[in-house]
């Protein structure tokens, strides 16, 4: 599981999320940050399976889904000004670069 780059990428990620999320007001702290918690072990659960299984399509279409709501999730973070911009462009980077490799992955499944 450590050589998957993708998984690395999502370990990442969820180091910096919750940087950014304990600068959340403490009204959301079983909110929005709890939901973006939950939404980042989602994934990682997804890719441990898709990792795990002979026949990945469906694990990695759920994964590409719940992959899309955490950028939402994240997004609609900055737009209620719980996170400073600067950290929302990072954490939006680095929610970019698991989505490319997402796609990759599927990519590479359908060859």
């Given at each position: 599981m ?23 007001p ?8 709890a ?18 299984r002979y ?5 990695l279409?759920?994964?590409d889904?719940?992959?899309?709501v ?7 973070a900055?737009n ?15 929610v ?12 590479k499944?359908?060859?």
């Amino acid at each position: 599981m450590e050589n998957l780059i993708a998984y690395q990428k999502m370990l990442e990620l969820t180091e910096y999320a919750y940087v950014a999320i304990r600068q959340f007001p403490k009204s959301e702290k079983y909110g929005l940050a709890a939901d973006i918690k939950r939404q980042i072990y989602t994934i990682l659960r997804l890719m441990v399976a898709a990792n795990k299984r002979y026949f990945k399509k469906n694990t990695l279409q759920d994964m590409d889904i719940e992959h899309e709501v955490l950028r939402r999730q994240i997004e609609m973070a900055r737009n209620l000004k719980f996170v400073p911009f600067k950290k929302f462009a990072i954490l939006s980077a680095k929610v970019d670069e698991v989505g490319r490799l997402i796609g990759g992955w599927k990519k590479k499944l359908q060859q």
